[in-house]
């Protein structure tokens, strides 16, 4: 499962569509985390887009992840500044990829 923890335990390394990106990344094989209030763990995301899906706001795109061992796409928290922290993506991903800092 994703650390909720990721703020002090990786580093920040970047931004991709304005999303911030978490250490360590290693392209392809090693994406990080993606964002900070939702936050998605590349490494894990199998692409199965239950979150897409069901968030009631339309917070995540999809972005191709060529080569990635674990799936070829990713559920990006594109518009994470509108998530009303329903909690619904945490509880359906089947990976527990997803974290929503609701605290
Ligand atoms: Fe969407 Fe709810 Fe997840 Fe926020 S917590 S990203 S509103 S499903
Ligand atoms: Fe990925 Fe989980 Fe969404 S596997 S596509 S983060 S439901």
Redesign the pocket.
Known sequence: AIDPQFHENREKVGEENGIAVWGPVDEPEELGIRGTH?AVDYDLCIADGA?LE????D??EWVDTPDHPESERKAE?THEAQ????????DVCPVDA?D?DAG
Request: glycine letters at 0%; a negative charge; aromatic letters at 6%.
């Open positions: 939702v979150c069901d968030c009631p706001v917070v995540f928290p998530c009303i922290d329903c909690m619904l993506c945490v997803i929503v």
